[in-house]
């Protein structure tokens, strides 16, 4: 999902920065309610440990530069069942500064695209995820259907607005939207394996009922809504 250097250049990158701007504005309207709900040591808790796992899921996981951008296991839905809305973006945004200011000094021009092609599929999944889970269901509880639906939406949105980026800076030649292609094409194994991933870590959580006491998980985990 980081689009690569010199696909989007000069002025067109203030685009990104300003989609960027706009899903932080969401980030900070929901963090204000999620802060009465759990506190704010919950909430550095949570983030902390997203942002560590979004960092390793970079530098850690198998990646592969495919067409105009790289194809990456980044576990949104997972970290969205896991931790909740607002720690996963906080997480997002900040593990990928990270791996940009510490190792990929060259993906920050790309910054505001990149978090941007992150964060709105996140916003998407916490709004599909309130019409398909009844409000009597534990995200533990959830089918394989229902865990396919949201890694569906967030890396088709990831696909989406990568295919957006490259559309957006380089027109559409043969060339480029076959790199798109190519790019949408590879991404198929992560929707394959995110739902996997999912409901392996549930059958987990459900099966050490203890860890329903910490607040470092979200709580929908473990009772419904």
Known sequence: MHIEPGVVQGAKL?????????????ILRQ???????HGLNT?????????VLVFSFFEILPSSPVGVSEVHLILGSTLFLLFGLVPTALGLAIGLLAQGVLLAPWDLPQYGMNVTTLLLPLFLVSAVAERIIPRKTAY??????????????????IVSWVAFWAFYGQGFGAENIAQVLSFGAAYLAVIVLEPLINLGLLAGVKAFPALNSSSLLSRRLFQPA
């Open 43 to 51: 909430l550095l808790g949570r983030t902390i440990f997203t942002s």
């Open 14 to 26: 203030l685009l990104g920065f300003g989609t960027a701007l706009a899903a932080f504005g969401l």
């Open 140 to 157: 533990q509880d959830l089918s394989y259907g229902q865990v396919l639906q949201l890694s569906l939406v967030y890396q088709g949105g």
């Open 31 to 37: 963090c204000w309610e999620f802060l009465i709900q």
